[in-house]
């Protein structure tokens, strides 16, 4: 496994973040994220893998076959067949946003059990969609304001509106939401939206490890698809300042007060490259 990450990395992710939402490949996007940590992935094998439950499902479903029956077809071979399921005991290993590892080792979390679900799903011809919902990502099966709701954390199951209120209230401790206001938070995610999720989820993990190459690694890939997202850029700059990279802080943390000169701390930010400055220039 490799920390670190290379120009060409680099430009292809730059390339994947130049791209409109609706051309912006999901799976590509996540083996992407997976090859800055496996750099000897080989994409071709677990794209034939997740092509084989694709057939698997297609075989069992008729054409005709109704969201209820599509979800019970994926789950025996998502689930029974191939083992997939939510990682209980190490929610926070970073190998269960890996792609690769989510398939060798047959547990994930629930946005990279997500994406599984929808790749095959779509491979197997169905309607399929990520679901950015507070706290858990989910996946719609069916059309998108009309299909079936599904956790494939655990093990597919289809949530009706009270489940999915109740989550909403355990994640942000709110109540009260109205029918509509649900169904805005149930409406499909893009592609950009799911591949940032994944990359925060691991930026995350790593910071609490104190992991800072792959904290700055990650977060090099959200700036990559938010390119005008301000946070990642004063995100970024602490961490070449933790790195000892005085001028790339300075470069980010000034493009950070470009984007967003009234931030809450832009005053605090302002100082530190006061600091970094004359840094820098006792470093000549």
């Known amino acids: 496994m490799a920390a670190g990450s290379d120009s060409g990395a680099t430009r292809l992710w730059q390339a994947l973040g130049a791209m409109a939402d609706s051309d912006l490949p999901l799976l590509e996007g996540a083996f992407l994220i997976a090859r800055d940590e496996y750099p000897r992935l080989s994409v071709p094998e677990y794209s ?5 439950f694709a057939a698997a499902a297609r075989e069992a479903l008729a054409d005709d076959a109704e969201p209820p029956r599509q979800v019970r077809v994926l789950n ?3 689930f029974d067949e191939a083992g997939l399921r939510g990682s209980e005991d190490d929610y926070y290993d970073p190998r269960n946003s890996y792609l690769n590892e989510v398939l060798d080792r047959r547990l994930g979390i629930p946005i990279s ?6 790749e095959v799903a779509r491979r197997a011809g169905l309607e399929a969609h990520g679901i950015g919902f507070p706290g ?3 996946v719609r099966v069916g ?15 289809i949530l009706e509106a009270a489940q999915l209120s109740a989550q909403l209230t355990a994640a942000d401790q709110s109540s009260g939401r109205d029918k509509d206001q649900l169904e805005h938070l149930l409406s499909p ?14 930026k995350a993990i790593y910071l609490a490890r104190r992991d800072a190459p792959r904290a700055l690694r990650t977060t090099d890939r959200i700036v990559a698809l938010l390119p005008q997202y301000a946070p990642e850029y004063r995100d970024r700059g602490e961490l070449y300042h ?7 802080a300075l470069a980010d943390f000034r493009r950070y007060l470009e984007l967003a000169p009234e931030a809450d701390d832009a005053a605090g930010i302002r100082e530190r490259i006061d600091i ?4 820098a220039g006792r470093l000549h």
């Open 76 to 78: 025996r071979v998502l």
């Open 113 to 118: 059990l997500s994406v599984i679900y929808v």
């Open 48 to 52: 034939a893998r997740l092509q084989r």
């Open 276 to 279: 970094l400055q004359d840094q």
């Open 136 to 138: 858990h990502f989910l």
């Open 189 to 202: 995610a893009g592609s950009r939206s799911i591949l940032v999720r994944m990359l925060r989820n691991l």
């Open 242 to 248: 933790q790195l000892d990279v005085p001028h790339a």
């Open 143 to 157: 059309p998108a304001r009309s299909g079936l709701i599904v956790d494939p954390f655990h093990r597919g199951v």
